[in-house]
């Protein structure tokens, strides 16, 4: 198998990060078992925001210089300036056990998918936060079009249902967490 490294983030990521986003966009009318389900893409100015405050990683491809996926963590911190009043990281905040680490988003581009590499992200993360958090939360849609493949996966990686929450008028969402030790 290929090298796959997972570094941080930097600004010249952005453009990439935008483009494994959009492929990865779905319509919640959609067949889809996995996506960023009618997800309005970031700007560039707020992803490269987001890079600055956030632990934010992607996995690259080391023998091609390619960046492959993203992962998007907030410490509780800076979730209120990032997201505001956003009702899915509201409800995260009011679950949670401070210290809490977010993740917003993870994604891999198409010809990178199951090889593993949330695994590898969050190992990476994991090795980040030290002892320095107590738990780490993730969401995912639930309805209308259940996200199944990153279920699978945020149960493969330790996390469990906590508890689902309806916003946005018409999508629930279901909370994940996982404890660190
Ligand atoms: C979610 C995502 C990051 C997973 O990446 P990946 O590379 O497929 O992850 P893995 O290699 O660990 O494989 C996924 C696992 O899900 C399982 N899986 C795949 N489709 C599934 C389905 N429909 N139902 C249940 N499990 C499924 C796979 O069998 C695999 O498990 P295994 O390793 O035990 O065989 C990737 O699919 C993706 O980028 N999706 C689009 C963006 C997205 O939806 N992000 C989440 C919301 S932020």
Redesign the pocket.
Same mark, same amino acid.
């Given at each position: 198998m290929k090298d796959y490294l997972i570094r941080k983030a930097e600004q010249e990521d952005v453009e990439r990060i935008i483009e494994i986003a959009q492929s990865?966009l779905v319509s919640s009318s959609s067949n889809e +078992? +996995?996506?960023?389900i009618d997800y309005p893409i970031p700007s560039a100015e707020k992803y490269s925001r987001r890079i600055s405050q956030g632990l934010f990683y992607v996995a690259y491809d080391d023998s091609w210089g390619y960046v492959a996926?993203f992962m998007d963590i907030y410490r509780d911190e800076s979730l209120k300036d990032i997201f505001g009043e956003d009702p899915v990281v509201n409800a995260v905040l009011e679950a949670g056990q401070s210290p809490i680490a977010y993740i917003n +988003?993870?994604?891999?581009a198409k010809e990178f998918?199951?090889?593993?590499?949330?695994?590898r992200f969050f190992s990476r993360l994991e090795e980040d936060l030290g002892k320095s958090c107590k738990q780490i939360w993730a969401a995912?849609v639930l309805e209308p079009l259940r996200?199944?493949?990153?279920a699978?996966?945020l149960s493969?990686a330790g996390f469990t249902f906590e508890e689902e929450i309806r916003a946005f008028e018409r999508y629930t969402f279901g909370l994940y967490k996982k404890l660190m030790n």
């Open positions: 990865r +078992t +996995t996506g960023l996926g +988003t993870l994604a891999v998918e199951g090889i593993g590499l949330p695994s995912i996200n199944k493949r990153s699978a996966v493969k």
